[in-house]
């Protein structure tokens, strides 16, 4: 099993930044990925972005060039960056892990971003 929790989340108002954390705990050594999702009201969860052990990330085009995902040395700890925060970037953000069989979630964190 693994645990994952979010913090981080918040009120902002647009152009402003946050700094989302997500910390793994339990069986972690089998994770081969992290990353985080977002689900705003009425809308389907999406990808956000992603990050593999190898490095390797990934981002949804809407967040490209604001928001950045990084994590620590012993990758439990996932971070996203988020810069530029607009009003469509509301929604509660989840984390989640990647590992042989079902993946992992996190019970979010909201984030809001007034105009």
């Known amino acids: 099993q693994v645990q994952l929790v979010e913090s981080g989340g918040g009120l902002v108002q647009a152009g402003e930044s946050l700094r989302l954390s997500c910390a793994a705990s339990?069986?972690?050594?089998?994770?081969?990925?992290m990353g985080w999702y977002r689900q705003a009201p009425g809308k389907q969860r999406e990808l956000v972005a992603r990050?593999?052990?190898?490095?390797?990330?990934n981002y949804a085009n809407s967040v490209k060039g604001r928001f950045t995902i990084s994590r620590d040395n012993a990758k439990t700890t996932v971070y996203l960056q988020m810069n530029s925060l607009k009003p469509e970037d509301t929604a509660v953000y989840y984390c989640?892990?990647?590992?042989?069989?079902?993946?992992?979630w996190g019970k979010g964190t909201l984030v809001t971003v007034s105009s």
């Open positions: 339990g069986s972690t050594a089998g994770i081969n990925a």
């Open positions: 989640n892990a990647v590992r042989i069989g079902p993946d992992y």
């Open positions: 990050i593999t052990n190898g490095g390797s990330t």
